[in-house]
């Protein structure tokens, strides 16, 4: 398994980046593309600002990162020390000259996998293969004897940037052994981090001011247990059905209109393959029940479901969501054709008799980006409400493997102008799923709650609330309760491994 997958971390490969930048023929391509072609570094400003872009994203924020083939110069260097993201190590793969320029002379590409092959060292499977094979413009002997003298140079100027971080490990071994030692020094890093953060100071089991809010609640029963456990059972899934209600009718009462529910119980995390659609299904509904109760006509949307805009662009949980929703029992009364209407996103959807909307899990796919269609919905919605159940509008990168820029900044203020009516995630170590250390919940018009999960001694566990927050809070933020820190200490990009595994 790679070790990004093996250890949760984003991989940004600055050669990557910028070969994906040249096949687009971008401006950044296009600028970097000599300086490449040549086997010569690409000035530091471009490459640093890719970088710095693609680390300040919420995955690599929480997740961690490795950095591959950068900072490749002491500048390079300086400009992550000047923001503060630091390594917590510095791996170097020991390798004699030689033997480099043998294997950048041999490299293949396979334009159609992106799979890497050596002619000797790791030969193509099939003729068909070995007969589309590519070599990388910048692996002839010449230029790369002269990038080795570059690296040789730069290597050695930030060498005093991360001395105290460096592992050499001997590269010139099988793969297999380099692979294995890197894992060790990997596991090794991430075990004295976690040692550090779990050194927490006993939990007390305090009743804050500000937990007051979570007292004035209505029926709040305290986080259910046994979240690790799915499918869950009818007890948990009622349990979040209901909290999740109660905060969006606050809302809607309160005249909020343009409102998010993130909900991220194991069966409703998209990044987990066990996304639960009928759980899903069954919190729409007994939403979308409430508000017909009321007399409200509601109606509720599926991406693409009904061929509006590109079909192609659905996201893969939403396959089949319409269909499951037709089937769905909606009640004795018949509120289903009168009260609630099933529909898709866009504008067309928007009917006059249209009290409000709840769209299901809206998403941006891969060549597809859902936030046009929203947009175009919301304005005809004017001042109804407008619910997204479990969005997810961040950039996704395009099929060239990079990030959309073109219009970035108004998607984002668009997905930033809705205001969560509830927010509820469990919290982990970095790179787990186990063990739960704690949750982050959030109820229309009260703060944030961070709780921690403590195991029973008799058996059993629970959750006991460490502190309160007016806004969402920062990994840092957690990460500082939980290790009994003041609040407002200088804030800090995460290192190697973010504490908490892709908490936002
Ligand atoms: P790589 O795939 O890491 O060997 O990178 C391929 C080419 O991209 C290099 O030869 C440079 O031209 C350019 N490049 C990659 N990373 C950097 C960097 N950190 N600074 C400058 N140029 C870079």
């Not at 109606?299 to 693409?304: H, I, L, T, W």
Request: hydrophobic share 35%; aromatic share 8%; with cysteine.
């Amino acid at each position: 398994m790679p070790l990004v997958l093996q250890f949760g971390l984003v991989h940004i490969s600055t050669g990557d980046l910028l070969r994906a930048e040249v096949s687009t023929g971008s401006e950044i391509g296009n600028k970097a593309k000599e300086f490449m072609n040549a086997g010569q570094l690409v000035p530091d400003e471009i490459v640093t600002a890719m970088v710095t872009a693609r680390l300040s994203h919420e995955d690599a924020k929480t997740k961690g990162w490795l950095l591959d083939g950068y900072p490749r110069s002491f500048a390079q260097a300086q400009s992550l020390e000047n923001l503060k993201i630091r390594p917590d190590v510095y791996v170097v793969l020991d390798v004699p000259d030689e033997i480099l320029i043998d294997r950048c002379v041999g490299r293949r590409l396979d334009p159609e996998t992106g799979k890497i092959y050596h002619l000797t060292n790791f030969p193509p499977e099939t003729e068909e293969i070995k007969a589309r094979l590519v070599p990388r413009p910048d692996d002839t002997e010449e230029k790369v004897k002269s990038r080795l003298e570059i690296y040789k140079q730069n290597a050695k100027a930030i060498l005093s940037t991360y001395a105290n971080i460096t592992k050499k490990i001997d590269g010139n071994r099988p793969k297999e052994m380099v692979f294995a030692d890197i894992e060790s020094l990997l596991s090794q890093a991430k075990r004295e981090k976690m040692k550090k953060t779990t050194a927490v100071k006993p939990v007390h089991e305090h009743k804050s001011q500000s937990n007051q809010a979570s007292s004035s609640q209505d029926n709040w029963k305290g986080i259910p247990t046994r979240l690790n456990n799915i499918p869950h059972s009818r007890e948990i899934r009622n349990y979040f059905y209901d909290d999740v209600l109660q905060a969006t009718q606050r809302a809607v009462n309160d005249g909020r209109t343009r409102l998010k529910v993130e909900i991220n119980i194991p069966e409703l995390n998209p990044e987990m393959d066990v996304y639960r659609i009928g759980t899903l299904m069954e919190l729409v509904r007994v939403i979308a029940l409430s508000f017909a109760d009321d007399g409200k006509r509601v109606k509720v949307c599926v991406q693409g479901s009904m061929g509006e805009g590109a079909l192609a662009g659905m996201p893969l949980q939403l396959a089949g969501t319409r269909r499951i929703l037709e089937f769905m029992d909606w009640g004795d009364y018949g509120a289903k054709g009168t009260f609630v209407e099933i529909g898709s996103i866009g504008a067309n959807e928007v009917d006059e008799q249209d009290d409000m909307f709840i769209l299901v899990a809206p998403q941006n796919a891969v060549g597809n980006c859902i936030i046009d269609d929203m947009k175009a919905m919301t304005d005809a919605a004017g001042t109804r409400p407008v619910i997204l159940i479990n969005p997810r509008l961040k950039d996704l990168p395009g099929s060239s493997g990079i990030m959309q820029t073109m219009g970035r900044d108004k998607r984002l203020e668009y997905a930033a102008s809705f205001e969560n009516c509830y927010f509820f995630r469990l919290l982990y170590y970095a790179g787990t799923q186990y063990p739960i250390m704690g949750a982050l919940r959030m109820t229309y018009p009260y703060g944030y709650e961070l709780y921690k999960r403590v195991d029973v001694p008799s058996g059993g566990e629970k959750y006991v609330i460490l502190s309160t927050f007016t806004e969402k809070p920062s990994s840092d933020d957690i990460n500082d309760a939980f290790l009994g820190k003041p609040r407002n200490r200088e804030k800090k990009a995460s290192g190697f491994w973010g504490f908490l595994s892709s908490v936002f």
